[in-house]
């Protein structure tokens, strides 16, 4: 069975611990941070990954997913997350703080969002900041995993009666499986 495609679409913070499907890591290698960067450029502010990714970005951005997605599973339970995971996301938001940076523009003053450090510590620190702001949102105790019994990615329904990661994916599959209990039998 082949890797599947990122499933992308829900918080940023979700589309990061999501690249963890139980079939294997979406973010093994620089390339795969770097095509999944793609992925999300627009939610990322619009910023393009750099030509090389390196392998201390890829590190940092599996640190904050393994810190998030410990978090996600506390704070989902109503649970305190655990100290250092909390310390962790804090501290790569510091690592490339947002400023609004203030301009004129010939007419009024503009005020754009920026972030100071290198490509990586910007998409690290926004990554965390996105963990930060869902970890905060009381929707996190709505957020689930996915039904299906070979998933363990996490959603949070826009519907109370949402019960899959993705209907074409996950969704299908249940429908074809029970389907087939149907009519085998006969």
């Given at each position: ?12 913070a979700l589309d990061l611990v999501n690249t963890r499907p139980a079939t294997g890591d979406l973010l ?115 957020i689930r995993e996915c039904e299906a019994h070979d998933c363990v990615l996490l959603f949070l329904p ?29």
């Amino acid at each position: 069975m082949s890797t599947p495609a990122p499933l992308i679409g829900e918080p940023l913070a979700l589309d990061l611990v999501n690249t963890r499907p139980a079939t294997g890591d979406l973010l093994a290698t620089p390339g795969d941070l770097r095509a999944w960067w793609a992925l999300q450029a627009e939610r990322l502010g619009g910023t393009v990954p750099p030509e090389e990714v390196g392998p201390a970005d890829l590190a940092a951005v599996q640190a904050v997913r393994e810190h998030t997605a410990r978090a996600l599973a506390c704070a989902r339970r109503g649970e305190e997350p655990a100290a250092a995971d909390l310390a962790a996301l804090n501290q790569a938001q510091r690592a490339a703080p947002a400023i609004s940076g203030l301009a004129w523009d010939g007419a009024a003053v503009t005020a754009a969002r920026r972030r100071d450090g290198s490509p990586g510590q910007c998409l690290t620190a926004q990554l965390a900041e996105a963990a930060a702001e869902l970890l905060a949102d009381p929707a996190v105790a709505r957020i689930r995993e996915c039904e299906a019994h070979d998933c363990v990615l996490l959603f949070l329904p826009a519907h109370p009666r949402r019960r899959w990661c993705s209907a074409t994916r996950c969704g299908n599959r249940a429908r074809v499986a029970r389907h087939y209990q149907r009519h085998k039998a006969e």
